[in-house]
């Protein structure tokens, strides 16, 4: 037999029409599928392993009954990560989540970079809830979240803030600062504009965000890649679709021969393709350089 992982908790709880559900956390092989923290729920004949984005710190089953002297009729179960905190649905089939109402995965992948905005127009924040309303991931539980309890502060700023971060995966996140709490507005995947292709191993995030730039009263926004790419994207309220086309434009360097200095040939960082399809977006047009290689302009309409 296979060397399995320790088993770190394990809950059974009964049913009152059907059969009990067992739910444990560890307890896989350490091949390559075992490596990802999951959880496993076994329900009479049927096994399911629930895998989780990252590690799992402590996991509860809510039931109708906290006493477990009575048919407890578990619901649901809150899985403590080490990055966040996820509600599983066990009324439901395939044991979807429950979207969480104040998500706060920040470190959904790692922030390489942060913009801060203060006073910002008055309109700017509603215009990122607008586009951002239509971004709703599917896949999640259609009943409402359950855990209830606790308030939040009602204390707000007297003036609008906003908060951007810029990701290793080439995502950027715009979130509202403004109340006690961060509330994501609108999510941005810049490297759906690139080809997704084999790089060396030295730069292993390829799309990383390195330097963001946002003006609030034209809504231009510029981002600088790790790559040395550069994009320049402009807000628009509606989805378009549009062809990107862009310009590549060589660098040329001056090499002074009266000036001494030890000689070093600077390896060159390697470039994106852009993809050749047209992109569907609601944040509107954007240009973008490759500063050690090429600049690309692009347009979205």
């Given at each position: 037999?296979?060397?399995?992982?320790?088993i770190?908790?394990?809950?059974w709880?009964?049913?009152?029409n059907?059969?009990?559900?067992?739910?444990?956390s560890?307890?896989?092989?350490?091949?390559?599928?075992?490596?990802?923290?999951?959880?496993t729920?076994i329900?009479?004949?049927?096994?399911?392993?629930?895998?989780?984005?990252?590690?799992?710190?402590?996991?509860?089953?809510?039931?109708?009954?906290?006493f477990?002297?009575e048919v407890?009729e578990?619901?649901?179960?809150?899985?403590?990560?080490?990055?966040?905190?996820?509600?599983?649905?066990?009324?439901?089939?395939?044991?979807?989540?429950f979207?969480?109402?104040?998500p706060?995965?920040i470190?959904e992948?790692?922030?390489?970079c942060?913009?801060?905005?203060?006073?910002?127009p008055?309109?700017?924040?509603?215009?990122?809830?607008?586009v951002?309303?239509?971004q709703k991931r599917?896949g999640?539980?259609?009943?409402?979240?359950?855990?209830k309890g606790?308030?939040?502060?009602?204390?707000?700023?007297s003036?609008p803030e906003?908060?951007?971060?810029?990701?290793?995966?080439?995502?950027?996140?715009?979130?509202d600062?403004?109340?006690?709490?961060?509330q994501v507005?609108?999510k941005?995947?810049?490297?759906?504009?690139?080809?997704?292709?084999?790089l060396?191993?030295?730069?292993e995030?390829?799309?990383?965000?390195?330097?963001?730039?946002l003006?609030?009263?034209?809504?231009?926004f510029?981002?600088?890649?790790?790559s040395?790419?550069?994009?320049?994207?402009?807000?628009?309220?509606?989805?378009?679709v549009?062809?990107?086309?862009?310009?590549?434009?060589?660098?040329v360097?001056e090499?002074y021969?009266?000036?001494?200095?030890?000689?070093?040939?600077?390896p060159?960082?390697p470039?994106?393709?852009?993809r050749n399809?047209?992109q569907?977006?609601?944040?509107?047009?954007?240009?973008?350089s490759?500063?050690?290689?090429?600049?690309?302009?692009?347009?979205?309409?």
């Amino acid at each position: 037999m296979d060397p399995c992982k320790p088993i770190t908790k394990v809950e059974w709880k009964s049913v009152r029409n059907g059969e009990s559900f067992v739910v444990f956390s560890g307890g896989l092989t350490y091949d390559k599928a075992g490596r990802t923290p999951s959880l496993t729920v076994i329900h009479g004949k049927t096994t399911t392993v629930l895998e989780m984005e990252h590690n799992i710190v402590d996991f509860l089953c809510l039931c109708e009954t906290p006493f477990p002297s009575e048919v407890q009729e578990p619901y649901a179960i809150v899985v403590l990560l080490q990055n966040d905190l996820v509600v599983v649905d066990l009324t439901s089939n395939g044991y979807p989540c429950f979207e969480n109402p104040c998500p706060m995965d920040i470190h959904e992948s790692p922030v390489t970079c942060i913009l801060y905005l203060a006073d910002c127009p008055t309109d700017l924040v509603p215009a990122f809830y607008s586009v951002g309303a239509r971004q709703k991931r599917g896949g999640f539980s259609e009943k409402e979240w359950p855990i209830k309890g606790g308030q939040w502060g009602t204390a707000t700023q007297s003036y609008p803030e906003m908060v951007i971060t810029g990701h290793a995966d080439g995502s950027v996140k715009f979130w509202d600062a403004s109340a006690m709490t961060l509330q994501v507005l609108y999510k941005l995947k810049t490297a759906k504009i690139f080809e997704k292709h084999k790089l060396k191993e030295a730069n292993e995030d390829p799309f990383a965000i390195e330097k963001m730039a946002l003006c609030p009263e034209s809504r231009g926004f510029c981002i600088a890649g790790v790559s040395g790419h550069v994009i320049l994207f402009r807000f628009s309220k509606n989805e378009t679709v549009a062809e990107i086309p862009y310009l590549d434009v060589s660098i040329v360097y001056e090499i002074y021969e009266d000036v001494e200095s030890p000689e070093f040939e600077y390896p060159a960082a390697p470039g994106l393709t852009m993809r050749n399809f047209s992109q569907h977006s609601s944040i509107g047009s954007a240009s973008s350089s490759d500063e050690g290689k090429s600049k690309v302009r692009l347009s979205r309409r």
